[in-house]
């Protein structure tokens, strides 16, 4: 051998070597990170505290964990969520928690989350009120929905150079007719019910008219009661917070211009601080911490671990499993609902001795059919077997949502809970036109009329079309008869409430279709009655994650930033984009047949 290559023989080991070694590192500082973590003791809460309540980006029902890949592609920048529980389960604890004085406010972090969720946590906080102890809150700026949350409380600041943006309630989608007439490419859709609007997308270049008169209504309902929430915490007149809303430049013009003055002029605030200004109000409100630097606190992340390490353990347990995502067939991705999954966890619980009650937490606006079934089948044995099943609302519960939610002894939704949508759908596309333009032909033989038939390359046959649509009427027959079931509602009076059409929550309960108006502690708690238990453990089962899973997740959340960033409107509409067609390609029903609603809850 030369000694070239016994040089490249000697590089090959030691390349080899250090390979190894980083390696055996790596693993050492896994090893090392999962023993601190477990380790590492409950943080203790400190007397006479304020609970900082500091929402980071989305508030979710349930973590997901951030794609690996995805990390990669978005420049390494975590997707800040919030779960709702815990932020829930601290307010109620402090509220008979004589070591905390107060609640602070920080929606700086908060991003887009849905008006249910806030109004859900808005009743904890004024519940939290109802003890005599106040809440706090400031913003460099407001957001919608940064200040609906932050409203509830007693003192509102803002930054001098901050604002308060109120514009109510929309939806606009896009329509890609026109680009697909262009392409050539045509998109059969078979459906039942006239507000069913899912597809309308790709056979229209605009709102149908059946959209358009349900949407008002239901963005109008919504807006009604997010307009008078705020306007009684604020104590303001509704016309004057309207004005706010539908004159602001007028509001502005008042105010010469400056954005913080015109939202306290207007009541929306009482007073304009600076980060340093606001700390020192809140030292002599609640005290200095032990270096003087800042007021005494406790993040809700730290206070809700420190009461939960505290909590004894009871025998008897109401398990809680969340329904977050569209609806798929198969196994959990993250970011669906997999229909085997949850079923598997439906399952678990019903045969675990110690689960008493079961409560389906659910936030999905539908998707497969298939799996829909899949999972009101197992909520149904469960029932059989005599443990209750109780199903609880979250932003969004409708189409397929609803479907699964039929499952359940009772159903529970908030007044700003997206229901119903009790309709079916089928669309399938073809792109014969546009393989044709580009020169591509497709040939074969089959010995059956159907056989491939659902290949996109060629026209759709008229038996295939015709084959589709009666499976669709049977599936909306279907629905209507297991809606029916549930409800005890004949089917005749099921029909005229569902045709694929949304309702609010508290609509919904008018309508028969939701037995109660409350949140998702009020649902346990209905779980616990029809159980006939008194001390039970509130258990949120999540589905199983592999330790390097949970660790990637815990290095993120270390490294999530204190705020989150605020994205630009072009981002929002490339996101959008990529949401939609990733939504897409999810859907995997075996019959390609879905129970899903265009509906996103504001």
Not at 185 to 207: I, L, N
Not at 287 to 313: F, Q
Request: charged letters at 25%; aromatic letters at 6%; proline letters at 5%.
């Amino acid at each position: 051998m030369g000694s070239v290559g016994r040089f490249l023989a000697g590089l090959g080991r030691a390349i080899d070597l250090v390979r190894r070694v980083l390696i055996n590192l790596v693993f050492v500082a896994i090893v090392a990170v999962i023993v601190v973590v477990a380790l590492r003791p409950a943080p203790g809460v400190p007397d006479g505290a304020a609970l900082l309540v500091r929402p980071m980006g989305t508030i979710v029902e349930q973590m997901t964990l951030d794609d690996p890949l995805g990390l990669v592609r978005s420049g390494g920048v975590p997707v800040a969520r919030t779960p709702l529980r815990d932020l829930l389960e601290a307010i109620q604890a402090a509220r008979e928690d004589s070591r905390i004085k107060a609640i602070v406010i920080d929606t700086d972090g908060m991003g887009s989350s849905g008006l249910s969720k806030l109004a859900e946590l808005r009743d904890a906080l004024v519940a939290f009120k109802t003890t005599g102890k106040p809440v706090f809150a400031r913003g460099e700026r407001f957001t919608q929905a940064q200040y609906y949350l932050a409203s509830v409380a007693d003192v509102v600041h803002v930054a001098p150079d901050g604002f308060v943006l109120l514009t109510g309630l929309a939806r606009y989608s896009n329509y890609y007719k026109g680009a697909l007439d262009k392409l050539g490419v045509k998109v059969h859709v078979f459906r039942v019910g006239e507000y069913k609007s899912f597809a309308e997308p790709f056979t229209r270049s605009d709102m149908s008219d059946e959209d358009r008169a349900a949407t008002r209504d239901l963005l109008q309902g919504l807006w009604d009661g997010m307009r008078s929430g705020v306007a009684g915490s604020r104590k303001l007149a509704p016309e004057k917070l309207e004005r706010y809303v539908s004159d602001y430049p007028g509001v502005l013009a008042d105010a010469a211009g400056d954005p913080a003055k015109a939202a306290q002029d207007s009541g929306l605030v009482d007073g304009m601080s600076q980060r340093d200004e606001w700390r020192d109000m809140l030292k002599s409100r609640v005290g200095s911490a032990d270096d003087g630097k800042d007021y005494r606190h406790i993040e809700a992340s730290d206070y809700i671990a420190a009461v939960r390490a505290a909590r004894p353990h009871e025998s008897d347990r109401i398990a809680v499993l969340v329904a977050q995502g569209a609806i798929v067939d198969g196994g959990n991705d993250g970011e669906s609902v997999g229909g085997d999954s949850l079923a598997d966890e439906i399952r678990a619980a019903r045969e675990d001795g110690h689960v008493k009650a079961v409560v389906l937490r659910i936030d999905s606006p539908g998707g497969s059919a298939w799996a829909s079934e899949v999972i009101r089948r197992e909520l149904e044995l469960t029932r059989r077997a005599g443990k209750p099943v109780v199903a609880s609302m979250s932003s969004v519960a409708a189409s397929g949502g609803y479907w699964v939610a039929a499952g359940a002894d009772e159903i529970w939704a908030r007044p700003e809970t997206l229901t119903g949508s009790i309709g079916v759908f089928a669309l399938f596309p073809e792109l014969a036109e546009p393989l044709d333009k580009l020169g591509v032909t497709t040939d074969g033989v089959s010995t059956g009329p159907l056989a491939g038939a659902l290949d996109p390359r060629r026209p759709l046959d008229p038996g295939l079309a015709k084959a589709i649509q009666l499976g669709v009427d049977h599936s909306y027959q279907r629905f209507l008869q297991t809606v029916s079931n549930a409800r005890s509602m004949p089917v005749a009076d099921v029909d005229p409430i569902a045709r694929g059409r949304v309702w609010t929550g508290e609509t919904a309960s008018k309508l028969g279709l939701v037995d109660h108006l409350g949140g998702v502690d009020g649902a346990i708690a209905s779980a616990a009655k029809r159980a006939g238990i008194e001390h039970y453990e509130t258990v949120w089962q999540t589905p199983e994650i592999h330790p390097l899973q949970l660790l990637m997740r815990r290095l993120i959340d270390a490294a999530m930033p204190a705020s989150a960033a605020v994205d630009s409107p072009l981002q929002r509409v490339f996101s959008g984009l990529r949401a939609e067609a990733a939504e897409l390609l999810r859907w995997n029903d075996p019959q390609h047949i879905y129970l899903h609603c265009l509906c996103e809850a504001p």
